[in-house]
């Protein structure tokens, strides 16, 4: 049997077998909890309960496979949420799906109430202060028990961090991927 080189292994990881690009990333399993199948979800979304229970079939993605499972429960826990499938009766096969995604088509998520938004549709917004300076891009959020924090990249590649808060966002406009934030001096160095 040949073995395959490190560089053959790390350029199959990049490939990808499943196409998201009309698809948004609601959870990620991250571990299992007790004996009998439950798994804990770390949510990708503030409205992750009410993704999941808004679906007949959620869909799990792990490597090349993809599985379509039925919630059998779901409650909060901590910063995480312990769910069990219907299909999933036991530690062990809850433990293969340890790392698995949970993907869904964009077109079917939830409506979402004023002032919430996905963080999907936050990244890359253009961020600008009240008088129309543009300060940089969202390129991350940031998850805190207080408040979402917003990570701010300059044009030099600097980043500044800005709390999700209205004290600080001024104004959403995701249409046209643009948010106008009232900084305190020095907030953006």
Not at 5 to 19: S, Y
Not at 113 to 121: C, L, M, N, P, R
Not at 149 to 160: A, C, D, R, S
Request: aromatic letters at 6%; charged letters at 40%.
């Amino acid at each position: 049997m040949k073995k395959k080189g490190v560089k053959a292994i790390l350029e199959r990881r990049i490939k990808r077998v499943f196409d998201h690009k009309n698809d948004v990333l609601i959870g990620k399993i991250v571990g299992v909890h007790g004996i009998k199948g439950d798994v804990k979800v770390k949510p990708e979304s503030d409205v992750f309960e009410r993704q999941v229970e808004s679906l007949e079939e959620i869909p799990i993605y792990r490597g090349t496979k993809k599985e379509n499972l039925k919630i059998e429960a779901i409650r909060p826990y901590k910063d995480i949420y312990i769910i069990k499938f219907k299909e999933i009766n036991d530690r062990t096969s809850a433990e293969e799906r340890i790392g698995s995604e949970i993907w869904i088509d964009k077109n079917r998520q939830v409506e979402l109430d004023e002032g919430e938004y996905y963080f999907s549709d936050l990244l890359n917004c253009t961020v600008v202060s009240e008088d129309d300076k543009k300060l940089g891009k969202v390129s991350e959020i940031l998850e805190q028990p207080a408040s979402h924090i917003l990570e701010v990249e300059k044009e030099n590649g600097k980043k500044f961090l800005i709390p999700f808060i209205k004290e600080f966002v001024k104004e959403v406009d995701l249409k046209n991927k643009k948010i106008v934030v009232s900084l305190l001096k020095g907030m953006d160095e």
